[in-house]
């Protein structure tokens, strides 16, 4: 279903998308405007999905023991090294 609305824009947004209707990247402005919505909503679900797969790492890791966690110093101790032999090169 389409539905038929007013939407208002700066003149460089409304430039930008008359150039590009123009190139022929899209095929007219309203398809230009639905690409970038389509790219936001895109971008909240990967966003959300991040989120989640977050929370669920985080939720698994506080069930670790705390005698199975690295102290700082073991954890960096490689990359300190790494870094300390590159300062001598």
């Known amino acids: 279903m389409t539905v038929k609305t007013t939407l208002s824009f700066t003149e460089r947004h409304h430039k930008f998308?008359?150039?590009?209707?123009?190139?022929?990247?899209?095929?007219?402005?309203?398809?230009?405007?639905a690409s970038a919505l389509e790219q936001m909503i895109r971008d909240e679900e990967e966003r959300e999905l991040s989120l989640q797969a977050m929370a669920g790492e985080i939720r698994a890791r506080m069930k670790t023991p705390r005698e199975d966690y690295v102290s700082a110093d073991d954890a960096f101790a490689g990359a300190r090294a790494r870094l300390e032999d590159a300062r001598k090169a």
């Open 17 to 33: 998308l008359l150039d590009k209707v123009g190139e022929g990247v899209f095929a007219s402005q309203s398809a230009a405007v």
